[in-house]
């Protein structure tokens, strides 16, 4: 199997740079890290202890700053020490950010219980052994890393090709919902997307200009996601006497079933415009009343509406 992908292996031209690093992804690098560095000023000068989703973002962007800082620099066959040890920590930082970015959309659009072969935990364990036993076993037999790299890939494709269909069929279920909601659907997708793509680039090489931009732009989708969310809660303020969000501590899930309660909506008509399961919005439900010192819907419409 080795000598079979060795020959037919697409081998890409070959780019040469003034610097390791190509301009577009140096430029994605300023983006990413302009956009760390306001993160960390809203975060530290908030009047409010930081919520899960603000740190859980932050996070998520510095896992995206280290994949192209060292995708970028790296393989380098002028730093000391064995190649593949670079190969190790390249892919390592990018399956961990893929995996992370993966819970993060978990958490977004409260897939609670997703399919066994897609948990984060079974994930990490999929393709942590692959890597070690299609990657770095076979390239200290082969001594080959090209062949070694196309080897582990394989499974990678046909993961992440599975997961994009699973993602779509998850969070599409219903299709009767808010301009809000469908906007971050199609924003999650399309992340995911940009992710999926990922192992396909770099199975037929090293395409800097390409394959991290493309990857990159899972972030900034996960980014007009957050704009989006927050503008939505903004345009929605008018119809609270208070920002309610603020005061009480709400995550940005329950700010948006706040909103939608003092609209009077059902929890079955929230539930179909958040693609949630009936039984999630009462548990949100049941947690903003408690955060706001409310014995029940009504009291709390009845308290917060203008």
């Known amino acids: 199997m080795f000598l079979l992908i060795q020959k037919y292996k697409y081998t890409p031209p070959q ?57 970028g620099l790296l393989p380098n066959t002028s730093l000391p020490g064995p190649l593949i040890l670079q190969y190790v920590i390249t892919y390592g930082i990018s399956i961990f950010m893929c995996i992370y970015l993966i819970w993060y ?84 997708l399309c992340s995911i997307l940009s992710i999926v793509l990922l192992p396909l680039l770099t199975f037929f090489g090293d395409f800097q200009p390409i394959t991290q931009p493309v990857v990159s732009a899972a972030f900034f989708l996960v980014t007009t996601m957050e704009i989006n969310s927050y503008l939505y809660r903004l345009k929605n303020t008018h119809t609270l006497k208070l920002n309610v969000g603020r005061q009480y501590n709400f995550t ?35 947690n903003i009343y408690i955060k706001s010192n409310c014995a029940s819907r009504k009291d709390f419409i009845k308290k917060f509406k203008k």
């Open 15 to 71: 780019y040469e740079y003034i610097s390791s690093m190509h301009w577009i992804v140096l430029f994605t690098c300023i983006l990413i890290g302009f956009t760390i560095i306001f993160q960390v000023f809203y975060i530290c000068y908030s009047n409010q202890k930081p919520s899960k989703e603000k740190l859980r973002y932050l996070y998520l962007a510095i896992l995206f700053l280290l994949y192209n800082v060292f995708n």
């Open 105 to 188: 959309l978990y958490n977004e659009f409260n897939i609670i219980t997703p399919n066994y072969f897609f948990q984060v935990k079974n994930l990490t364990v999929i393709l942590s052994v692959s890597f070690l036993l299609l990657f770095i076993v076979p390239y200290f037999f082969s001594y080959s890393l090209n062949s070694s790299r196309s080897l582990f890939l394989i499974l990678p494709i046909l993961l992440s090709s599975i997961f994009f269909i699973y993602f779509l069929k998850v969070i599409t279920k219903e299709v009767k919902r808010q301009r809000y909601f469908k906007i971050q659907t199609y924003l999650g």
């Open 252 to 286: 940005n899930r329950e700010n948006e079933i706040a909103l939608q309660i003092i609209k009077k909506n059902s929890y079955k008509q929230i539930a179909q415009n958040m693609f949630i399961a009936y039984g999630t919005v009462r548990k949100h439900a049941s």
